[in-house]
């Protein structure tokens, strides 16, 4: 049975893009092929926030537990390895018994299951079929992967993914891509890879969100959309406010939306920060 490194597994509502506002369990993987230590930071300079919190992580026995951060990756813990032992080898089995206690009538319903990260198709791809596989999994309609979009699908995810959803109405994958502009600290030329999302298109619902803090990091966005654009993307593009935590979202939330309108393209907030001040678990 294949087995999943779980960094968090918990329900809550969706804050983010298409599904925000629907009930959804979380399955957060452990494991991330970037640091995005530039959030929150002036140009060119990385955050060292999480430098502290884990020269004292052996004082932190669960997620909860673990400080939240105003720069740099709020899920630093999902893919820093100094924090990899919070965070279980589960086989799926192990997965679905804890999805199927978390969901509010012990069975999927009207939920969507979002796999996250870190960044979810680095290493997983195998063990998600096990895991949708599973019996109780059958009633389950949508999913949504939570992406940077530097992840190829193998052939073989990709034509399960595709049979997946033929087998029952309404079924549908959507991938959420967050292309990590130069504000995260990312080279361009290793997060912006507009081959790999074209590809995704042809597996699911597939859409970019942006996180952005001002207008010279909407005018890469808008740089990074006409290259999606000209390899043939054609989804919808989201804007998404830098800050997770509440004070510097509150400082950028408006600031994008206005921008957002301004270049006609759609806003996505972050309600967990304002609903649930964006700590672990929600
Ligand atoms: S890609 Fe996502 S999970 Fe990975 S470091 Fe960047 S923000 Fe964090």
Redesign the pocket.
Known sequence: MSKIKVAELFYSIQGEGRYMGVPSVFLRTFG?N???AGFGMPRGKLSREVEDIASRVHYYNKYEELPLVSTG?D?YA??DPRFKDLSPMLESDAIVDRIMQILPNGQWQDEHLVIT???PLLGWQRAYQDLLDHPSMQSLKEITFET?GTQELSEDFKNYLVEWQAKLKDREVTFSV?A?LPV?GESWEEAIRPDIVCRYQDVGHTYLKFVVANGEDVNDALQAVQEYRSAGFTGSVYLMPVGGVENVYNMNNRTVATLAMKHGLRYSDRLQVPLFKNEWGT
């Open positions: 991330c970037f640091k995005c990756c899920s999902s893919w990260g870190g960044e940077n967050s990590k995260s």
